[in-house]
């Protein structure tokens, strides 16, 4: 652990107009984590931030990240204070672009330095995303212990570059730790990726199916594109309707389509089923408590961020994986095979399936009882519902 003196300018003032940041208790662990950019990053950090608080409510929890950015939304949304920086991402190949970028950059990092000196955390997490690379520095400068948690199948940049210096990372899967990013003498620990308590504890109850307009003795199939809907699932999933009457008996569909999708992709349900008026579906643009979907649900149809592939593993639900190929790193294909050559998933790469595979599979999957229950007990394996408790559990150890 570092134990070198931490900084110890006092400043009153930030460099986002002059507003003074409120003095904190001495006697109070504190902890400031940093990630943004998209929800991938962003719901791990409130998952550790909820984590930390059900274990200690007397921990003073700050996030640092983007102004203007979706964290700057949602953190304060979930009751977390929020402190922004100037922040931008690197453009992969080197162009005049880069130039303001760096300015972004210096500027996100004298601003986390403020903040930083300020508030004298006892420790600095990161869950990745450009936001957080400024932030874990500044906590390096000031010789704060840093730690990173990596959500996906291979380290992406930011983490990649700070697991240098870091005390701890905390990743999502086992074969995170081969990638030669970590040096032997830190901490590596293969936690999972921090979900809410609720994905796994709601229980499985007739009155959900009733709400959904299902039957509890058919077969649930559950297609997720995210919270924005993927148009690609959306397009395969209506082509593969015709075929799915046929089992009108045996299964149902629940559907998140996304906003812009969801009446466009409600009409081809209620056109193709018109004359199958047995085949229970329910089509919605998102589900706000989507534990309850999956507390019914027998196989999902979905993209594989590394969030989606938590919450799926920890419920023991077999999927197939419709990864996105353009992910950066192509992470979510990494992610769908790490999970697939376990035998919990089926992997259908974009562009590159037909619809009568992807039916195939879904009935192997569902409607046969071996295939099913092995690929539940290889999902139940890989999941890991607790590990918000376990990476906070180790944050305390360093605070």
């Known amino acids: 652990m570092i134990t070198s003196e931490r900084c110890n300018t006092d400043l009153s003032e930030t460099d986002n107009g002059g507003l003074p940041l409120p003095q904190q208790q001495a ?3 504190k902890v400031v984590i940093a990630g943004g950019g998209t929800g991938g990053h962003i719901y791990p950090a409130i998952g550790i931030a909820q984590a930390l ?6 921990v003073d929890i700050v ?13 304060p949304q979930h009751g977390f204070r929020f402190l922004p920086i100037s922040a931008a991402g690197f453009p992969r190949r080197f162009t005049l672009q880069w130039l303001p970028v760096i300015w972004k950059v ?16 006892d420790v600095v997490i990161g869950t990745g995303g450009y936001v957080s690379g400024p932030v874990l520095f500044a906590g390096l400068l000031c010789k704060i212990p840093i730690a990173i948690q990596e959500q996906n199948a291979s380290v992406g940049l930011t983490n990649g570059i700070l697991a240098r210096w870091a005390e701890v990372a905390y990743l999502a899967m086992e074969s995170v730790r081969e990638n030669g990013s970590f040096r032997s003498t830190m901490r590596v620990e293969v936690t999972g990726n921090p979900i809410r308590p609720a ?8 009155e959900t199916y009733r709400k959904f307009g299902l039957c509890p003795d058919r077969k649930t199939i559950f297609v997720m594109g995210g919270s924005q809907g993927a148009h690609a699932i959306n397009e395969a999933i209506v082509a593969a309707l015709p075929h799915l009457v046929r089992f009108t008996d045996r299964i149902q569909i629940v559907h998140q389509t996304g906003a812009a999708e969801v009446e466009a992709v409600r009409a081809s349900y209620d056109t193709e089923l018109a004359s199958h008026e047995g085949f229970l579906y329910c089509v919605q643009p ?5 534990e309850e979907v999956y507390s019914i649900t027998d196989v999902m149809v979905c993209r594989a961020g590394g969030m989606t592939v938590a919450e799926v593993t920890a419920c023991g ?4 994986f419709i990864p996105l190929p353009s992910q950066t790193g192509n992470d979510q294909v990494l992610n769908a095979r790490t999970v697939a050559q376990q035998g919990a998933a089926v992997v259908l ?3 590159a399936f037909t619809v009568e595979v992807l039916v195939e599979n879904l009935i192997n999957m569902t409607l046969d009882g071996n295939t099913h229950q092995r690929m539940v007990t290889a999902s139940r394996t890989l999941g890991k519902p607790h590990a918000s408790d376990d990476i906070a559990k180790s944050i305390l150890s360093y605070a």
């Open 27 to 29: 006697t109070h662990k």
């Open 53 to 58: 608080h059900r274990l200690d409510t007397t």
């Open 63 to 75: 996030f640092i990240g983007g102004a203007g950015k979706l964290e700057s939304t949602l953190i």
């Open 106 to 121: 210096f500027r996100g990092i004298t601003q986390s330095l403020r903040y930083i000196r300020q508030l004298q955390p």
């Open 199 to 206: 994905i796994t504890a709601f229980p499985k109850r007739e």
């Open 286 to 290: 998102f589900f706000d408590t989507v």
């Open 317 to 320: 639900i077999p999927a197939i």
């Open 349 to 351: 790469e974009q562009g």
